[in-house]
């Protein structure tokens, strides 16, 4: 039941994230939830949140900053600025 809730809670950082920073017409709903996922990562480096707690408003809030994080980061690798 873990997976499934990283999962959709992946999902929806990642789709949100996209949103942020433009990129969602690129990304499809598995990309999405490979960013949310990886952004979460990201932010329990840069937060300290562990990737293993419960999902409350701050863990999703945290990930999807990371998320946000990720998308800057690859916008900056392939066009030469954060859009």
């Given at each position: ?51 293993n707690?419960?999902?409350t ?12 994080i ?14």
């Amino acid at each position: 039941m873990g997976i499934i809730i990283w999962l959709v809670v992946g999902g929806i950082c990642g789709w949100l994230a996209s949103m942020i920073m433009r990129t969602d017409g690129q990304q499809g709903i598995l990309l999405n939830i490979v960013v949310g996922i990886i952004g979460s990562v990201i932010a329990s480096f840069i937060f300290g949140a562990g990737i293993n707690q419960a999902i409350t408003i701050q863990t999703f809030l945290y990930s999807l900053i990371g998320a946000v994080i990720l998308l800057a980061i690859v916008n900056l690798v392939r066009r030469g600025s954060v859009r």
